[in-house]
């Protein structure tokens, strides 16, 4: 699908790094932080291959290069801001060109620029907005998982307002890099019972205000374009809380779910490489976009995955029928396996293929040993509320019960099982919850994750004389459209799904998903929805003419966390109604992780570790330390008044012309000398330039306020 966040943020950085070099030679001196935004979208080649000589961090030890300039890609944080004041004071390199990942709170600012010496050597100074992590073309996060006990804890409300801050400046920063001043709507829930009904609320005027705030600041912002109006939606996790819990058998979700995968700087999965080989190694084996296998497999239904993946390996056996004889069973799984192990050939191939269906057998094997088949359609008549003919479901307590009371059924599953089922009631009696735990011979400690559920809106009890009222669901389903028998296990639909497409069809309800400035035409939402001339593309471009891209882009942002099912619905909306929709939020949920993040909700704030509330960073104390003296000469014999001084800066001046003992030419040194000093791999015999002419670039002005499987077993 047309734009990649992945792309758009390489090449600002890129394009950001080249203008500076300009042809000229420099150093790019980074720090923790902006090097994991960097490491995410390029490899250190693209950045050496553009006239930069090396790459050092802030934070480590490095030698002073005072005939070179240094180009700074730093986070704005104070500690950094410390680091840098260093390297400006020992005049560490010639001149400094700052590139900030996000704005520099004014305060630091105003210590930067208050330094006489940081005028001196301070040659450019500007702001990227790029303190986020794409992690698939349409998928941006920002490895916060913090950020859900922040939004919900009740002891976190003193670190709300700054957080949504932070949050606001992220997004903001996304909109930038996709070019878009998108209208602003969120998500308000109907007849809340949770004190956290106000965060998509309060988090979308934050981000109105930043926008409107950078647009004031960048009078070149947004750039023209021929697309419509991007839409922002802000919404959190409260608006679907069966979305993290239900059993998902795309393979994405399916695996994140079942596989042990490491999600962390890098997403990889633990596997034996050429098992049973002589050559046999263990290997993490990384899930990118690189991998085409995976990208074009990963939003398949998994019984399709499997046939996909078997029918391209049969395919390739058929090109190269040398590999292969009449007695080969390829409609096994691991007959597939077996025979790639002897490939070695086509070893990136090999590889790629190997770890799917290693993946996808791995989770047929759980699919089958712990009753997913049989538990699954009693998961979907909860979370639709309606069975396969579109009735309300029967007696789901007694198939509730019976799955409890299946030894096959983990005890992870047992507990998904039960707040399922009481959000599809919303709620029981309390009696009822420990009757349930005891059944399923859970702790009785689980009940204190139930309970959570109700600070993110999820009613889980009542009393036994309570009203119930009929709650209805926040998008009804279509009862008159028959369901597919294939389909059966794959009933729900993520909300986000429903909401973008009554947003795309401009239907979207404007009283649970306002906007923050309503717009002055009322019918703008219809006319969206009946399609924009300036969204087609024109019928005069000829085949070998690139067409702009024009079309609508959509941006959700799923506060506390969004499931890879929703990362899916995301992509099938943009792809059926001719749209780039976007979806970011803070970090990726598993239900593992989800259930464990509701149960943190109860414990003390001190245990959770918040990064907000731990002591502030410090610079390493070495930036600090003075230069040590030089050798005294031989005899202890002082150097006479003639000789080297100290000038401004640590540097010492030349020798005085015909002083008395002045010092002899070091010959012995410059013998010892190598010519041949480490230098980049990709870098020519010629010398880095040093850089004379040019202006300073001009300094910024200071902003802010800143899924049965058709499969064998085997």
């Not at 976190?156 to 801050?165: A, D, E, K, V, Y």
């Not at 190269?320 to 409609?331: G, M």
């Amino acid at each position: 699908m047309g734009a990649s966040v992945i792309e758009e943020q390489r090449d600002i950085l890129i394009n950001t790094i080249k203008n500076i070099t300009a042809g000229d030679w420099k150093i790019l001196v980074v720090d923790s932080d902006s090097k994991k935004v960097i490491d995410n979208v390029a490899k250190e080649d693209d950045i050496l291959n553009h006239n930069i000589a090396n790459i050092e961090r802030i934070e480590d030890r490095r030698e002073p290069n005072p005939t070179m300039d240094a180009i700074y890609v730093l986070s704005p944080q104070s500690h950094i801001v410390d680091c840098l004041m260093a390297d400006i004071e020992r005049r560490r390199y010639r001149r400094c060109f700052l590139v900030w990942t996000a704005v520099l709170d004014p305060q630091l600012r105003r210590r930067v620029d208050g330094s006489a010496l940081a005028k001196q050597q301070i040659a450019g100074f500007e702001t990227l907005s790029i303190d986020y992590f794409p992690r698939e073309s349409h998928l941006i996060t920002f490895r916060d998982p913090w950020s859900f006990p922040i939004l919900y804890h009740p002891a976190c409300n003193g670190l709300i307002r700054r957080h949504m801050q932070d949050l606001a400046q992220k997004i903001v920063g996304l909109c930038v890099t996709l070019g878009e001043y998108p209208k602003v709507r969120y998500y308000r829930p109907q007849n809340p019972i949770h004190e956290a009904s106000v965060l998509s609320s309060h988090l979308a005027r934050f981000v109105s205000e930043e926008l409107d705030e950078y647009a004031q600041w960048n009078p070149n912002f947004p750039p023209p374009s021929s697309r419509p109006q991007g839409v922002l939606v802000v919404t959190d996790r409260s608006m679907d809380l069966m979305a993290p819990i239900i059993h998902e058998f795309t393979y994405q979700a399916m695996a994140h779910d079942l596989l042990p995968i490491k999600d962390g700087d890098k997403t990889t999965f633990h596997m034996t490489v050429n098992e049973g080989a002589l050559d046999a190694e263990e290997k993490d084996m990384e899930l990118t976009d690189k991998d085409k296998v995976w990208v074009e497999n990963r939003h398949r239904h998994m019984k399709d995955t499997i046939d996909k993946l078997m029918g391209d390996f049969q395919r390739f056996l058929d090109q190269n029928p040398h590999f292969t004889n009449s007695n080969s069973d390829t409609t096994s799984l691991n007959a597939i396996k077996d025979m790639m192990a002897g490939l070695p050939q086509f070893q990136e191939m090999k590889e790629a293929y190997s770890l799917h269906l290693t993946m996808a057998q791995e989770c047929m094997n759980i699919f089958q040993h712990h009753k997913l088949a049989e538990m699954s359609p009693t998961e979907q008549d909860m979370a639709t509320g309606l069975d396969e003919d579109n009735r309300k479901p029967k007696n789901v307590l007694d198939a509730v019960v019976r799955l409890l009371d299946d030894d096959a059924v983990t005890q992870a599953d047992r507990r998904r099982l039960i707040m399922m089922y009481l959000l599809y009631r919303d709620g029981v009696i309390p009696e009822d919850i420990n009757r349930l735990l005891a059944h399923a011979s859970l702790p009785p400690q689980d009940g204190e994750i139930i309970s959570n559920m109700e600070l993110l809106g999820g009613r889980m009890t009542h009393g036994l004389k309570d009203v119930r009222k009929d709650i209805q669901p926040l998008f009804p389903i279509d009862t008159k459209t028959p369901i597919p028998e294939e389909n059966y296990l794959s009933r729900f639909n993520p909300a986000v799904k429903t909401m973008l497409e009554y947003l795309c069809r401009g239907t979207l309800d404007q009283t649970k998903f306002p906007y923050v400035k309503p717009p002055l035409d009322p019918n703008e939402d219809a006319l969206i929805g009946q399609g924009s001339l300036r969204a087609a593309k024109p019928s005069w471009a000829g085949a070998g003419r690139r067409v702009a891209d024009n079309r609508q882009r959509i941006i959700v942002f799923m506060a506390g966390g969004a499931t890879f099912s929703e990362s899916r619905a995301c992509y099938d909306v943009g792809a059926a109604m001719n749209r780039d929709v976007f979806l970011a939020t803070s970090h990726m949920l598993t239900p593992e992780l989800f259930i464990r993040q509701v149960g943190d909700l109860s414990k003390d704030k001190r245990r959770l570790d918040i990064p907000m509330e731990r002591p502030p960073q410090r610079a390493p104390a070495h930036l600090f330390e003075r230069p040590a003296p030089p050798p005294a000469p031989p005899g202890g014999q002082r150097l006479p008044p003639g000789g080297a001084q100290r000038v401004p800066g640590g540097l010492p001046g030349a020798p005085r012309p015909g002083g008395a003992g002045s010092p002899a030419p070091p010959t012995q040194a410059m013998g010892n000398m190598s010519l041949h000093a480490s230098r980049p791999s990709n870098s020519s015999d010629q010398r880095p330039l040093s850089s004379t002419g040019g202006k300073p670039q001009k300094l910024e002005k200071e902003k802010k306020k800143r899924n049965i499987f058709g499969m064998k077993k085997t």
